[in-house]
């Protein structure tokens, strides 16, 4: 055999199989005012509001787990059917 036939393979990159959503994932507390009193929102990527609460101690506390432990990092958030 010539060295014409002979190729080399050329190195492709091997896709990785995790999801993008799966890093950017973070929670965050915002204050809102509503009817004239201050809740406190816990939202995901600056958009969905998962909860909300009177006091911002307690929106803290969830914010930190979820960003700490990730639960939900990989079905790309928390699904919508358990949302306020």
Do not use: C
């Amino acid at each position: 055999m010539s060295n014409i036939t002979l190729k080399k393979r050329k190195k492709v990159q091997k896709k990785s199989t995790r999801s993008s959503k799966t890093s950017s994932i973070e929670y965050s507390v915002k204050t809102k005012r509503r009817d004239g009193k201050y809740k406190f929102a816990v939202v995901e990527n600056k958009d969905r509001t998962v909860a909300v609460y009177d006091f911002r101690e307690k929106a803290k506390e969830l914010a930190d787990f979820h960003n700490k432990n990730q639960v939900w990092a990989i079905n790309g958030g928390i699904p919508d059917f358990l949302l306020d």
